[in-house]
């Protein structure tokens, strides 16, 4: 790489001076640069407009105001003399007509969008917060005065809001729907009718809570639930063979886990699910405009560690029975928001080391817990569901223990399952076991359920009409228990055992007339793996029978003639492997209109595996 030399400068010898005076230096030389030799007028005009000169910078700085000019001019009026830097700033939104300088947004309420419903959360430590709107460049735009310095955190959030909100202007509908007056809400009654009572009652449903006590939406239940008014006498039956079924909106969300309790409230459009997840959600179930969510979400409640395997509405009151594979359960009272944790049974608490299984009673007065299986047999604590205090002790003898039970209709007595097949009547009142008897063919029973209602009072087991078992091999047996009271039958009597710390049971009845081997009603083979589910509808006309061993396994079966409908499921029936199964009537899940719950004879609720929740109407 080639180097470039600078060129050297010259030295030139200037002559001096003659000698003026002896005492002068004849010896001192002069060494000039070469190239700084005088410049003419050209050159330094030139040199004075590129690089300027000390004449010209003391020009300049004449012509600057000096603090003491600016205090001097002070008093005199100006057209922008008395305003602050914040004044001389606007947000450009767009319309000239909506121009407002940022100084005249004084209050939230004047300026920002607010809801009219209240927040439903706050936090307390905004007023305690402090933020620096001057230390930040990108906050400073967010100050009323360029002093302004420090605010709280409510007022940050103000600000925020309203420089969103300059930025973003409020859209023409909202702006419309805020002007509109608020409905007045009316409760629903049995004498309303017509599209007016069913557009306020479309209205009701943002009024639901979103915190924890729900006071307000069962206060306001009649909104929710469309009274059927004096009852006319005549039951509305539904025809075998061929089931009018028709698919509806599906419950809102997949939850995290396959949902594998469900439970309708009793009387309220309330649909309870949970699975191992660990959260209990609450549905309303009802029917809604299509600019409204189906089914919405009401509210949720996390018990942190316990995968919840068995769920119940109280017959009766506001609370929620909830458990897990855990040795306590917890009540959650939907009155007062307020979750009681219920650790122990007193003196039961080697023979209930798990409280995963229960049922309440349908009077609301007991409930059942399944307890440890023992040799030989099995163990049930019913407890009062009011105090939640031990009342009895049921003990059964069966082969492997208790696969299931149920309460009676009337809530007199529980009717429990054995694993071998032992069918065992307990009756509450008088403590004792009343019959037994053998569900004929049982290879492994799984599952117990009772359903219908008639109106023999004889034989004092309840007045269940349909008591149907099913099994490990799928085969579900459907016994009528009008035939054994209305058919004379001899049985043996036997008694129970007795516990130091339980209730003494006696002989069976001398006069029950239930039989010992009773032969089934029906028995039906659609399903060939395990049941899992059996549900009846509330009246006892639709049966749900399912296995979650395998897809699609779910079957309808039609009472009293115990005949499957054939025209569903079919093989386009969106239902996975079941997790869960909800029937309920078709008046309690009626929303209020009238125009969907119209005609419903009852809603079947199906969970799968993957979280998703399927609603039909049967009609």
Same mark, same amino acid.
């Given at each position: 790489m080639s180097r470039i030399k600078a060129p050297k400068a010259t030295l030139?010898?200037?002559?001096?001076?003659?000698?003026? /005076?002896? /005492?002068?230096?004849?010896?001192?030389?002069?060494?000039?640069?070469? &190239?700084?030799?005088?410049?003419?007028?050209?050159?330094?005009?030139?040199?004075?407009?590129?690089?300027?000169?000390?004449? &010209?910078?003391?020009?300049?700085? &004449?012509?600057?105001?000096?603090?003491?000019?600016?205090?001097?001019?002070a008093g005199e009026d100006t057209e922008l003399g008395g305003l602050d830097d914040a004044d001389l700033f606007?947000?450009?939104?767009?319309?000239?007509?909506?121009?407002?300088?940022?100084?005249?947004?004084?209050?939230?309420?004047?300026y920002t969008f607010r809801s009219k419903h209240p927040a439903a959360w706050e936090d307390s430590d905004d007023e305690r917060t402090l933020v620096s709107l001057a230390a930040a460049p990108r906050l400073r735009k967010l100050r009323r005065t360029e002093a302004e310095d420090?605010?709280?955190?409510?007022?940050y959030a103000r600000r925020l809001r309203q420089q969103f909100e300059l930025l973003h202007p409020r859209p023409a509908w909202a702006q419309h729907a805020i002007q509109q007056p608020a409905h007045k809400k009316r409760r629903?009654?049995?004498?309303?009718?017509?599209?007016e009572a069913a557009s306020n009652s479309d209205t009701d449903t943002d009024e639901i809570p979103s915190s924890a006590p729900l006071s307000k939406l069962l206060q306001d239940a009649d909104s929710l639930v469309r009274s059927s008014g004096p009852s006319t006498g005549k039951k509305r039956k539904l025809r075998p063979e061929v089931i009018d079924i028709q698919r509806t909106k599906d419950i809102a969300g997949v939850q995290p886990s396959a949902t594998t309790s469900l439970s309708f409230h009793p009387t309220l459009p309330l649909l309870l699910s949970s699975g191992p997840s660990s959260t209990l959600s609450l549905h309303q179930i009802a029917s809604s405009p299509p600019a409204l969510t189906p089914n919405p979400l009401l509210t949720s409640l996390h018990i942190r560690g316990s995968a919840l395997t068995t769920i119940a509405f109280h017959p009766t009151d506001s609370r929620i029975f909830l458990s897990a594979r855990r040795r306590y359960f917890h009540v959650w009272d939907l009155q007062t928001g307020r979750?009681?944790?219920?650790?122990?049974?007193?003196?039961?608490?080697?023979?209930?080391?798990?409280?995963?299984?229960?049922?309440?009673?349908?009077?609301?007065?007991?409930?059942?817990?399944?307890?440890?299986?023992?040799?030989?047999?099995?163990?049930?604590?019913?407890?009062?569901?009011?105090?939640?205090?031990?009342?009895?002790?049921?003990?059964?003898?069966?082969?492997g223990g208790v696969a299931d039970f149920c309460w009676w209709r009337d809530g007199k007595g529980l009717c429990i399952a054995g694993k071998g097949g032992e069918i065992t009547e307990w009756n509450v009142a008088t403590q004792a076991v009343v019959a037994r008897w053998q569900d004929e063919g049982a290879v492994g029973t799984t599952t117990i359920a009772l359903g219908g209602q008639h109106e023999l009072v004889k034989g004092g087991i309840g007045t269940d009409r349909w008591v149907v078992l099913g099994s490990s091999a799928g085969v579900v047996n459907i016994y009528d228990r009008r035939v054994w009271l209305t058919t004379p039958t001899s049985t043996p009597s036997s008694s129970s055992t007795?516990?130091?710390?339980?209730?003494?049971?006696?002989?069976?009845?001398?006069?029950?007339?239930?039989?010992?081997?009773?032969?089934?009603?029906?028995?039906?083979?659609?399903?060939?793996?395990?049941?899992s589910h059996l549900t009846f509808s509330p009246d006892g006309q639709l049966l749900v029978i399912a296995s979650k061993w395998k897809r699609d396994a779910l079957r309808l079966v039609h009472l009293p003639s115990c005949t499957v409908f054939r025209n569903w499921p079919t093989s386009a029936t969106p239902l996975g492997r079941i997790t869960g199964v909800a029937v309920a009537g078709g008046e309690i899940v009626d929303g209020g209109g009238g125009d969907v719950g119209a005609g419903v004879f009852a809603v079947l609720v199906v969970a799968s595996e993957g979280g998703k929740m399927r609603v039909w109407e049967v009609r």
């Open positions: 030139v010898q200037q002559p001096t001076p003659p000698k003026q /005076d002896e /005492d002068e230096d004849d010896s001192e030389v002069e060494f000039v640069l070469d &190239g700084e030799a005088e410049k003419d007028a050209t050159e330094q005009e030139l040199e004075r407009l590129v690089f300027g000169d000390s004449a &010209g910078f003391r020009a300049g700085l &004449g012509a600057i105001v000096l603090d003491e000019d600016v205090e001097a001019g606007f947000t450009d939104t767009g319309d000239a007509g909506a121009i407002q300088p940022t100084t005249q947004v004084d209050s939230d309420d004047d420090v605010v709280n955190g409510k007022d629903l009654s049995g004498s309303d009718d017509g599209d979750v009681e944790k219920i650790a122990r049974v007193y003196g039961q608490q080697h023979e209930q080391r798990s409280m995963e299984r229960f049922k309440l009673s349908p009077d609301g007065k007991y409930m059942a817990l399944l307890g440890s299986a023992r040799k030989g047999g099995g163990v049930m604590n019913v407890l009062s569901a009011s105090t939640l205090q031990w009342v009895c002790q049921v003990r059964i003898e069966s082969r007795t516990g130091t710390t339980t209730t003494t049971t006696t002989t069976t009845d001398p006069g029950q007339v239930v039989p010992p081997h009773p032969k089934p009603t029906k028995t039906l083979s659609h399903l060939t793996t395990p049941t």
